[in-house]
């Protein structure tokens, strides 16, 4: 090569040679002087392309790319960017790639580096010359954060329905088995009775408010299609239209930060996450529930699991994965946030990796969802051994009754509070339940106990009694139920 040799020169020889090899690289490069590769020469380093390729991760968002691509090319026409009959070929063309990804006879090309690459390329090879027109105006930074705005609307949809699933096998459970009666564990200690309708509902709950946040920030979603690269574009885009069209609430107000934030992918997440996280704990519940020391419940067989060698187990290996899998959830957060951490303003390639993360979280959890579901749509409760939990003598789970009887007689609750502790000694030293103790027992223990408080020392006494608003009492657990069945729709 002759020092005097122009740069273009020798981009053009490189491109006749096709690939060629890359200086102090004994490696073959990829591909020849490409789609972007008009200012170098020959291919990029095949280490670099397996990292910089991401055409089999982002190619599930080919829904979202095209979509975006449908409206921008729309606006392109109106705006007289683009002649009608350019935007017809290329609208024809985008329906023909979709169909394509949609039969799955979509023919991957080594230029396909992205999602975006790939269905410019295909569309290009199909109508030709106008293909290389739809660009005009856009870049790849505000096509990718419109995709994953397009995609998360979907995802947002996909998970919320699949929580309300399980929100409604939860409700089927407490219509069904909600009036059972076990003992509520604070410190995993025994502490007092509880309808198991109260527990289910208590999930119902906490997955209410994930799938509040799943469902994310309603009518602040903005389109940053337009931003261009981050600074706009010198054509006059019509934003307000490919927003519209897109189903946003309208485009976003600052160019630069709109390529920038990666701010919804990592709240979609972190809701992700939270999800995940209640799901480990209905897990943690249910294997401690199956074991034999608390006998409350039983998996059916198609999810419970055997052992390779001790032929008795039935083992909860679904409610043990919820519990793990949640670490894969929250993971992803992490690394959304570690990847954005410090990372300076703009477009960097760095945030190509929001994807993996992102879809890693969202399959993970529509996969903990449906176990979840699976598993609380084959479950059996024991309320026997529930209620010999609760019935006990020896558990006391009713000292908090024996403290409100107090009160309600004058005394303060820390004078109660103590009084019954020395009741609890008291009993225990004789290895007897508190309503077993005499008469006298009592009123050594406070004067103004006397035997009428056995009457309060009954598991549905201790339940009824809790009848206020959110409270476990029988009445409270229905109204609660009915009204979830309302709004759940069943
Ligand atoms: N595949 C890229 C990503 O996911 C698209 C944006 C690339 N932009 C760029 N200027 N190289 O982030």
């Known amino acids: 090569m002759s020092a005097s040799e122009s740069d273009s020169t020798r981009r053009r020889r490189a491109r006749k040679a096709g690939a060629s090899g890359m200086p102090g690289s004994g490696d073959a490069t990829v591909g020849d002087a490409g789609l972007l590769r008009g200012r ?109 705005a397009l995609y998360l609307h979907g995802a947002r949809e996909r998970l919320t329905r699949k929580v309300v699933d399980v929100q409604v096998a939860l409700v089927a459970l407490a219509a069904r088995d909600g009036e059972l009666v076990l003992p509520y564990y604070t410190h995993l200690q025994r502490a007092q009775p509880v309808l198991l309708g109260h527990v289910l509902l208590a999930w119902v709950e906490m997955l209410e408010d994930d799938r509040a946040g799943l469902a994310g920030p309603a009518g602040r979603d903005l389109c940053p299609l337009g931003a261009g690269a981050g600074t706009g574009t010198t054509f006059p885009l019509d934003r307000r239209a ?116 992102l879809f890693e979280a969202e399959d993970t959890l529509m996969d903990m969802l449906d176990v979840a579901r699976a598993m609380l749509e084959d479950v059996s409760f024991d309320g026997a051994a529930m209620s010999a939990a609760v019935e006990d003598p020896r558990g006391y789970l009713l000292a908090t009754e024996a403290a409100d009887f107090l009160v309600r007689r004058g005394v303060s609750f820390r004078e109660a509070h103590e009084a019954v502790g020395a009741l609890v000694s008291a009993a225990e030293a004789r290895g007897v339940g508190l309503a077993d103790l005499p008469d006298e027992v009592l009123t050594a223990a406070h004067a103004r106990f006397d035997g009428t408080l056995r009457e309060v020392l009954t598991t549905g006494a201790a339940l009824s009694a809790r009848s206020i608003v959110g409270g476990t009492a029988p009445t409270a657990v229905r109204r609660e139920l009915a009204a979830w069945k309302r709004r759940l729709g069943r």
């Open 40 to 148: 170098f020469v020959g291919g990029v380093h095949p280490a670099l392309d397996r990292i910089n390729r991401s055409f089999s991760v982002d190619r599930r968002m080919w829904r979202e790319d095209i979509a975006g691509s449908t409206a921008h090319a729309r606006m392109l026409g109106e705006q007289g960017i683009l002649p009608a009959k350019a935007v017809r070929r290329i609208h024809k063309g985008l329906a023909q790639v979709a169909r394509e990804f949609e039969a799955g006879t979509f023919v991957d090309h080594p230029e396909d580096e992205d999602i975006h690459m790939a269905v410019e390329r295909r569309l290009t090879e199909l109508i030709g010359e106008d293909g290389k027109r739809l660009h005009a105006g856009r870049s790849r930074n505000d096509q990718v954060a419109t995709d994953m």
């Open 242 to 357: 490919t927003a519209r069209e897109l189903g946003f609430a309208g485009p976003t107000r600052n160019s630069l930060a709109s390529v920038s934030s990666r701010r919804e992918v990592t709240m979609a997440a972190a809701t992700m996450a939270t999800t995940a996280t209640t799901l480990s704990r209905l897990g943690a519940d249910l294997v401690l529930w199956c074991s034999r020391e608390f006998g409350f419940a039983r998996l059916g067989d198609a999810v419970s699991t055997g052992s390779s060698i001790m032929p008795q187990k039935r083992n909860p290996d679904g409610a043990e994965l919820l519990r793990a899998k949640a670490v894969v959830v929250s993971s992803s957060l992490s690394r959304l946030l570690e990847l954005q951490r410090g990372l300076p303003l703009g477009y960097s390639k760095d945030l190509q990796e929001d994807k993996p993360a």
